[in-house]
């Protein structure tokens, strides 16, 4: 006859776990592990790249910083950045603007390049009204002073004329000019071109006629006027 124990007397057999079971855990949480890994070194890299993007984007908008004290400014290539009126072809430095002023004007100049061939006064039986000057045909003749020209062109007994008022109010009458350069109206500087020496109208020869007119009296005598201006006539070097 059979015994049979008591169940708390019974001994209680455990399967035990198959190789299988243990290889397929130790997959699975390796396959855990690994993906974990992963996804922290996706968010890494993530974050590196937002962190070079925004690093980025400052250097370009954040201005260059000064030069220290005894250091070599860096060098740009950007013409706007050495010159502000340089375009984007344009490499040539801004112009320097000349360091000293510069050197006055003479109020007073001789009209024509020739010496003193006549004189203010009674001449031939009638009054000649200025002085005149022996220059080559063709040479310049330029303004004394100052002033506007008031008349230009034809005139009897000269030729042509040009009459200039000068800086004193009086009136410089310039006669028997080959080829006249300026217009009425045009103001002129002392020095300036205004005609070339001729001999139209009454003349025996290339030269330059020059009277000074003065308001209310009529002609005066030039040399005395221009010596009154440091102007001495007949001191000429040609």
Same mark, same amino acid.
């Given at each position: 006859?059979?015994?049979?124990l $008591?169940?708390?007397?019974?001994?209680? +057999?455990?399967?035990?776990?198959g190789?299988?079971?243990? +290889?397929?855990?130790v997959?699975?949480?390796?396959?855990?592990?690994?993906? /974990?890994f992963?996804?922290?070194?996706?968010?890494?890299?993530?974050?590196? %790249?937002?962190?070079?993007?925004?690093?980025?984007?400052? *250097?370009?908008?954040?201005?260059a910083?000064?030069?220290?004290?005894?250091?070599?400014?860096?060098?740009?290539?950007?013409?706007?950045?050495w010159? $502000?009126?340089?375009t984007?072809?344009?490499? #040539?430095?801004?112009?320097?603007?000349?360091?000293f002023? %510069?050197?006055?004007?003479?109020?007073?100049v001789?009209?024509a *390049?020739?010496?003193?061939?006549?004189?203010? /006064?009674?001449?031939? @039986? +009638?009054?000649?009204? @200025?002085?005149?000057?022996?220059?080559?045909?063709?040479s310049?003749?330029?303004?004394? +002073?100052?002033?506007?020209?008031?008349?230009? /062109?034809?005139?009897?007994?000269? /030729?042509?004329?040009?009459r200039?008022?000068?800086?004193?109010?009086s009136?410089?009458?310039?006669?028997?000019?080959?080829?006249?350069?300026?217009?009425?109206?045009?103001?002129v500087?002392?020095?300036d071109?205004?005609?070339?020496?001729?001999?139209?109208?009454?003349?025996?020869?290339?030269?330059?006629?020059?009277?000074?007119?003065q308001?209310?009296?009529?002609?005066? *005598?030039? #040399?005395?006027?221009?010596?009154?201006?440091?102007? *001495?006539?007949?001191?000429?070097p040609?």
């Amino acid at each position: 006859m059979p015994v049979t124990l $008591p169940l708390p007397f019974r001994k209680l +057999t455990v399967p035990p776990i198959g190789r299988r079971h243990l +290889t397929t855990q130790v997959v699975a949480t390796s396959t855990a592990l690994c993906a /974990g890994f992963a996804l922290f070194a996706a968010g890494a890299d993530s974050d590196n %790249e937002q962190i070079t993007t925004v690093a980025a984007t400052s *250097d370009a908008a954040a201005p260059a910083a000064p030069a220290a004290p005894g250091e070599q400014p860096a060098t740009s290539h950007d013409p706007a950045a050495w010159d $502000p009126h340089a375009t984007a072809g344009d490499h #040539q430095p801004a112009p320097v603007a000349w360091p000293f002023p %510069e050197p006055p004007r003479p109020a007073t100049v001789r009209p024509a *390049d020739g010496a003193l061939s006549s004189g203010f /006064g009674a001449r031939w @039986g +009638t009054s000649h009204n @200025g002085i005149d000057f022996a220059a080559d045909m063709g040479s310049p003749i330029r303004s004394v +002073t100052d002033g506007v020209v008031i008349e230009a /062109g034809p005139a009897t007994g000269f /030729g042509l004329w040009v009459r200039v008022q000068q800086d004193d109010g009086s009136v410089g009458v310039y006669g028997h000019m080959q080829d006249i350069l300026v217009g009425v109206g045009q103001q002129v500087r002392a020095g300036d071109v205004i005609a070339t020496v001729g001999s139209r109208g009454q003349s025996t020869g290339p030269h330059l006629h020059y009277e000074v007119h003065q308001p209310g009296v009529g002609p005066v *005598d030039p #040399q005395p006027w221009l010596a009154a201006r440091g102007m *001495d006539v007949n001191n000429y070097p040609g």
